[in-house]
Each structure stands twice: as structure tokens, then as C-alpha cells.
């Protein structure tokens, strides 16, 4: 198997080197560097499961590059499950070996004129152990090597820039799931009704007359004024004084 591997990987680099090498076959290698990059990513536990445990992570490079080779090695716990292209009409390829831990992907962009493309190139997707636990990180890393070691490199057709590229690495993190608060139930406290300010209206007192004085007895019902006695004495007196006189 691992001969067949090495052949089913070479071809796949031949393919790719020729897809994108007729503008840069004659270009010495630049000292300027491109680095491949491997995304990260982090979910609950619940997550994962919804996922049926497949994750996806994006596969860059650095600097703009028309070509390039890279492997991927899946920490423990990780299984291949695929490998596309990022890039429309390009061409990424992938082999595994037969443990499933190690994925080597030639990329391949060529254009008339040729153009040179950057950031994120493909995405890989792996399955993590169902027997993952919140806490668990997975490790995935990425360089410019094949199966066995051997350096590959990569090209970029509009700047003549060669090289063999840095490498690497990108996590799958397990978190906790979310706990939901626990709402105790309690007895709100009676709201007190707020009373209503009062305005106190300022009693006007009414003045009560106090009777005049009576010179009659107590017991009389209706008592005449002392000057209107005076005046009735007055008159009577006179009135029997006249009389007298007449007879």
C-alpha cells in the first residue's frame, strides 16, 4: 500500500506541476517565503453530535501562490473524510494513507494570463472520536512534505516566487455546553398599594352668631331685647297716661 500511496502521490504532484509550471519552469527560486495555514475551531460536545461529528476547516497560504504541495497529519483521534478546493477552477487532488491520519493534496491554479491567487486555497474535512468529551483538543498539522518526507514546493506564475513553503497547525477544541440557570421559585412579597397623596382642603370655619343676650328668664321661649323693653314700658306708660286725663 505504501508503494501504491507514493505513486498515487506523485501523480498527483506531476499533474499539478504540470498545470501551473509552463510560466515558471525557468524562474530561480526566490528567497521571499509563503507559509501554509490550518484553521481552528471550537464547539460544544452537542455540536459535534449535530455535525454527526464532522468538522470542516478552511487550508490557506500566506502569500499568492499558483502551485503548491502540502500534507496533512491528523492528531489522535481524527479520521480523512475529505479534501476540496477552495478556488474555482483549481485543482486539488488528495491521497490518504491507510491509517487515515495523513492526507498529501496537490494544488494546481492556472489561468490565461496566469494569476496568482491567496488566503484560503481548499478545506478539509475530518470526523473526530465519537468517544470525544468536553475539554478534548484535536491537533491538526500541515507542511510541505509528502508521505515520506521529501520537501515539495510552490510556485507563483506572476512573480516568478519559488520555494518550499512553512508549515502549520489548527485545532478542534471540545467546550462545555452551555448549562441552563437554575430559576428557584419564590414568593414575591405583597406589592404595597401605593396610597394616593391627599390634599388636605383647609376647613373654612363659618362663623356662628352668638345669640344676643336675654334679660328674660331662661325658661322664655321668646325674649324681647332690653331696649325694646324699655320702649314698651315707654309706651304703655303714656298710653295710660292719656287715658287718664280723658276720663
Do not use: H, W
Request: glycine content about 10%.
Amino acid at each position: 500500500m505504501k508503494t501504491t500511496l507514493k505513486k498515487t502521490m506523485a501523480a498527483l504532484s506531476a499533474a499539478a506541476v504540470v498545470a501551473a509550471s509552463a510560466a515558471v519552469m525557468a524562474v530561480p527560486t526566490s528567497a521571499a517565503g509563503v507559509s501554509l495555514t490550518m484553521g481552528s475551531k471550537t464547539l460544544t460536545l452537542a455540536e459535534l453530535k449535530a455535525a454527526n461529528y464532522q468538522v470542516t476547516l478552511p487550508i490557506g497560504v500566506t502569500d499568492s501562490i499558483n502551485s503548491v504541495g502540502f500534507g496533512v497529519t491528523l492528531g489522535e483521534g481524527l479520521t480523512y473524510v475529505d479534501l476540496e478546493a477552495s478556488v474555482k477552477k483549481a485543482t486539488c487532488l488528495a491521497a490518504t494513507n491507510d491509517a487515515g491520519n495523513f492526507v498529501f493534496a496537490p494544488f494546481a491554479y492556472a489561468t490565461v494570463p496566469l494569476k496568482a491567487v491567496s488566503g484560503q486555497i481548499a478545506a478539509i474535512t475530518v470526523e473526530v472520536s465519537k468517544d470525544a468529551k468536553a475539554g478534548d483538543t484535536f491537533t491538526l498539522s500541515i507542511d510541505g512534505k509528502d508521505s515520506d518526507g521529501v520537501e515539495t514546493s510552490y510556485k507563483n506564475g506572476e512573480t516568478g516566487d519559488s520555494g518550499v513553503p512553512g508549515g502549520g497547525a489548527g485545532t478542534i477544541t471540545i467546550a462545555e455546553d452551555p448549562t441552563e440557570p437554575t430559576t428557584e421559585a419564590t414568593t414575591a412579597a405583597p406589592t404595597a398599594t401605593p396610597v394616593a397623596a391627599t390634599t388636605t382642603t383647609a376647613k373654612v370655619a363659618t362663623a356662628t352668631k352668638k345669640p344676643a343676650k336675654s334679660t328674660s328668664s331662661p325658661n322664655t321661649g321668646d325674649a324681647l331685647p332690653v331696649a325694646g323693653v324699655a320702649v314698651a314700658v315707654a309706651v304703655i306708660g303714656g298710653v295710660a297716661l292719656v287715658a287718664k286725663k280723658r276720663k
